[in-house]
């Protein structure tokens, strides 16, 4: 399901400000909706229902997210091929769901988180032609949804390409899922030291041009004084 929505080249999806989706809140830690936004997700996607089917046709899946995002008809169309695995010209709301949150990690700078979480059913998705492999241009391909840098794709076949053969089993996919999380965790936590250190700094200049401040005022009345004496 994720396979396709890695999708075309070009610039990086955004959601539409004041949209539906805006309002939704994708838990950090596992990626998933809280009950009580699954419950709103459900409602969202009757609303869209417009035919009672409960799903969603080619030409009400454009107007979704055509309203909610920023993607072309293009990638629109190549989300909804992906997620019609089927090919019965429709999706169902367990697919519908999938969506929401992949949008929602891209958003929120998830991507790495999203795919540690959910690393079978990524592999699923890009596993396309179903041979449990997943080839370089599939994950190239299908970028623009998950920001999947090119050094990242020529690290991902050349640390974890354990077989040779140019393609990755999912172990050894899972493998590239568990080294990618590591290094996010850790450019998180150096972002936050830097941050720590960037207000300490702060607040030592503050400190500092507060007592320059003071021996200023303090210094101020004696010269007053001698200037009245002169």
Known sequence: ?????????????????????????????????????????????????????????????????????????????????????????????????????????????????????????VFELLDLDGELKIGPDHLHMYNFLFNIKKQQLRDLYYNFDITGDRLLNYKEFKLFTIFSMDKYQESQKAEKEKKKEKAVLKKKLSQVNESQRESLLGIQPFESISNYNC
């Open 1 to 121: 399901m994720v396979a396709r929505v890695f999708g075309l080249k070009g610039s990086i999806m955004k959601l539409k400000q004041g949209s539906f989706l805006w309002y939704l809140y994708l838990d950090k830690l596992y990626c998933l909706l809280s009950v009580r936004n699954v419950k709103a997700l459900v409602e969202y996607f009757h609303l869209l229902d417009v035919h009672h089917k409960k799903t969603l046709n080619d030409v009400l899946f454009y107007h979704f997210l055509h309203h909610v995002t920023d993607l072309t008809r293009n990638q629109i169309t190549v989300v909804f091929n992906m997620l019609d695995w089927n090919t019965v010209g429709e999706i169902g709301f367990d697919q519908f769901y999938m969506l929401v949150c992949i949008l929602l990690a891209q958003e929120n700078h998830l991507e790495e988180q999203f795919i540690f979480r959910h690393s079978r059913p």
